[in-house]
Nanobody
């Protein structure tokens, strides 16, 4: 059974940076589109970014474009999310997820989820 495990969350001041990691335990990471979602208290889960296994094409939500960078290290079976210039609105639980399609920005397009890692940004 494949698992996703996120790490790297924490408390950071506004304007600071964090790098999230997501370890994929399966053999097909290199041919899997991966995504990051987040969920703030009282809000629905929202798309943050995705990276396709096809040419590593990346997509970002408008709210994080220019501040967050998604990347992957296939030999290490690891997905990353570099978050810079963090704002209070970025406070949420961040989830990584795996998809069976080349691209999806909706949660229904992902079939495997991690347990989440908390990011808290203080002003």
């Amino acid at each position: 059974q494949v698992h996703l495990v996120e790490s790297g969350g924490g408390l950071v001041q506004a304007g600071g940076s964090l790098r999230l990691s997501c370890a994929h335990s399966g053999r097909r990471f290199s041919t899997t589109t991966m995504g990051w979602f987040r969920q703030a208290p009282g809000k629905e889960r929202e798309f943050v970014s995705s990276i396709s296994w096809i040419l590593d094409n990346t997509v970002y939500a408008d709210s994080v474009k220019g501040r967050f960078t998604i990347s992957r290290d296939n030999p290490k079976n690891t997905l990353y999310l570099q978050m810079n210039d963090l704002k209070g609105d970025d406070t949420a639980v961040y989830y990584c997820a795996a998809s069976q399609v080349p691209f999806s920005s909706v949660a229904a397009g992902y079939y495997l989820w991690g347990q989440g890692t908390q990011v808290a940004v203080s002003s």
